[in-house]
């Protein structure tokens, strides 16, 4: 519902868009944030080390949106060929390791902070917006400033792709529970 409203919104929606794809990016991005503030309001306790997984796709025509956040994914099966929609957002990622390092954050054994083998989801507030000291300099003087960081993260991950009616048979959208066990191949040969 709340991507519903993003895309409806009188001042930031698509209706008065002069980039129909951008604006997408834009809802899809503010609904995934939303989301994530109001669980943390649902549910304050719980959502501290309590979060999930999300993989959306939207259809616009002949195109796809697809929103991935942690390690669910979509699949599309076009002519039998798995082709994967999405990136696991996991720890052991490079691009994900640095980001978080860069931040000062660390990762062991695979995991974010030790924690969450996941780099980003909705919830797990433990790892999001942590206060931290920031040194720098300011002429001949060090300075100390408080910073908030956010090791994991809501922000979903977005690509776009082209829908070709003759050749594109199926989408798959599943958590890991099913990807750790088998391939994108094997989920698309035995649908």
Do not use: W
């Amino acid at each position: 519902m709340e991507l519903k409203a993003q895309l409806e919104d009188v001042l930031t929606g698509i209706e008065n868009s002069d980039d129909l794809n951008k604006s997408i990016e834009t809802c899809l991005k503010r609904a995934f944030q939303i989301t994530d503030e109001n669980y943390e309001k649902m549910y304050p306790k719980e959502s501290k080390q309590c979060g999930s997984t999300a993989v959306f796709c939207l259809f616009v025509g002949n195109k796809l949106y697809i929103a991935n956040l942690g390690d669910a994914r979509a699949i599309l099966s076009r002519s039998g060929v798995a082709l994967d929609l999405s990136v696991d957002h996991k720890a052991k990622r490079a691009d994900e390791q640095h980001r978080i390092k860069s931040q000062g954050g660390y990762i062991v054994y695979g995991r974010v902070l030790g924690r969450l083998a996941i780099s980003r989801a909705f919830g797990d507030f433990d790892c999001k917006n942590i206060e931290m000291n920031v040194t720098g300099e300011d002429g001949d003087n060090p300075t100390e400033e408080k910073v908030l960081r956010n090791f994991i993260m809501s922000e979903p991950e977005i690509r776009v792709v082209d829908l070709f009616p003759k050749t594109d048979d199926f989408i798959i959208l599943a958590s890991d529970g099913l990807y750790d066990r088998f391939s994108s191949q094997h989920c698309v040969k035995f649908v």
